[in-house]
């Protein structure tokens, strides 16, 4: 399942919180982060939103590694692992230069070695990019970069996190076209990670169309609807209520065979008007909305940033 060159992953790779909270490390590139709402409460409250994801995706039939936190040293943002690795149909791993310094604490090897071990990926080769922290550039995993793994493109938005020169060179380790652009909130800041504002499923695509700069706006555009996906545009208010942060994993159903989930936040399917669901429909055979307002909220980031993608190694 999921060789290379499928879109969509049928594993998924999460981390147990042991001391989520406000990061005030990333608070600077990240508007979406809610100090005031940071307290005991809202980690509690975080755990069981993490449990409730973790069962709702393992009802639907998505496989699902767990892995556990440590509590000290102390990493707030540790629920978010798509950030420091990204495994590959290939049997590539790629680990990734982080801006925040307690955030690269969160690269732990027994993790990976537990994915491996969990799902039997087998590793062929390992990019480490994390030198580049030392020169004070930065590529934060899949929330950088959003893939489309068939046309082999990754596009990516500049940000203080996503350095567009890291961009080109982890495209050209891994045979990839980069899409590299502009995009900004209302307030003209450019949006922390690109999987904020568009991500990408087997048949369809999203996109805050008019965050990206006029310049790149149609460059854009273009290379999504060349692949014939079904492109949905949001605007800014929907990716303010995580709309623009999905997921699409693949998964197999006894009625249906192989099947496809479409993962989101409730948060973010309240937002999103009946006729966009109706069109996502057409286009997933599972749409499964969960309820995880304080990640969001204290966070900054939603469910897609959770999850790290395990795709089956291409034989």
Not at 92 to 116: D, F, G, H, K, W
Not at 117 to 131: K, M
Not at 186 to 206: E, F, L
Not at 243 to 257: P, Y
């Amino acid at each position: 399942m999921n060789p290379q060159g499928r879109q969509c992953a049928g594993t998924v790779f999460m981390v147990r919180p042991a001391a989520f909270g406000f990061n005030a490390q990333t608070a600077a590139s990240n508007p979406l982060q809610l100090a005031a709402s940071a307290d005991a409460a809202a980690a509690h409250a975080a755990n069981n939103e993490f449990a409730a994801l973790a069962q709702a995706l393992q009802s639907e039939g998505v496989r699902t590694v767990i892995g556990a936190d440590t509590p000290v040293p102390t990493k707030p943002d540790a629920i978010f692992p798509n950030n420091w690795v990204s495994f590959h149909a290939d049997g590539t791993i790629v680990l990734y230069p982080m801006l925040a310094a307690n955030r690269r604490l969160e690269r732990r090897s027994e993790l990976v070695e537990q994915v491996c071990e969990s799902c039997g990926f087998r590793p062929s080769r390992r990019l480490d990019l994390t030198a580049h922290e030392l020169e004070g550039r930065f590529l934060e995993g899949t929330g950088s970069l959003v893939l489309d793994h068939v046309a082999r493109v990754a596009y990516a938005c500049r940000s203080p996190r996503t350095d567009g020169e890291l961009v080109q060179q982890w495209a050209k380790a891994m045979q990839f076209e980069a899409v590299v652009f502009d995009a900004a909130d209302a307030n003209g800041q450019p949006y922390y990670h690109t999987n904020v504002m568009m991500w990408i499923g087997s048949r369809s695509a999203m996109v805050c169309t008019e965050s990206i700069a006029a310049r790149d706006r149609e460059r854009v555009l273009a290379a999504l609807r060349a692949t014939e996906r079904e492109v949905l545009e949001i605007d800014r208010a929907a990716v303010q209520a995580f709309a623009g942060n999905m997921l699409e994993i693949a998964t197999w159903d006894e009625a249906l065979g192989d099947s496809s989930v479409l993962v989101m936040s409730a948060t973010a399917r309240a937002a999103l008007p009946g006729a966009v669901i109706n069109r996502l429909r057409r286009c997933v055979d599972v749409i499964l909305p969960v309820y995880v307002p304080t990640i969001e909220r204290v966070g900054g980031g939603s469910v897609r940033c959770m999850l790290a993608e395990v795709p089956d190694v291409a034989a």
